[in-house]
């Protein structure tokens, strides 16, 4: 299996979404979901965006800083 950021994606309850994305970045998330799939069904482009977005927001130096900084702030 390609090794990919994402993990398997909790099969929970669908959220509805309305956001309109470039066809090239709609395209790399069908591609992105078929590979994480390995094989199994395709995971739609819409159950990518919530953990992307997240893991993207874990992993962001500069954010997790600021947040800090933030809440020393407020204190």
Excluded: N
């Excluded at 309850?13 to 066809?23: Q, S, T």
């Excluded at 590979?35 to 992307?52: C, F, N, R």
């Excluded at 893991?55 to 204190?75: L, N, P, Q």
């Amino acid at each position: 299996m390609t090794k990919l950021k994402l993990g398997p994606i909790a099969d929970d309850r669908p959220v509805k979404i309305a956001l309109e994305l470039p066809a090239t970045l709609h395209r790399d998330l069908l591609e992105y979901g078929r590979l994480l799939a390995d094989g199994g069904a395709p995971v739609e482009p819409a159950k990518l965006i919530v953990p992307m977005l997240e893991r993207f927001i874990a992993t962001d130096r500069g954010f997790a800083k600021g947040r800090r900084v933030s809440r020393s702030e407020k204190v």
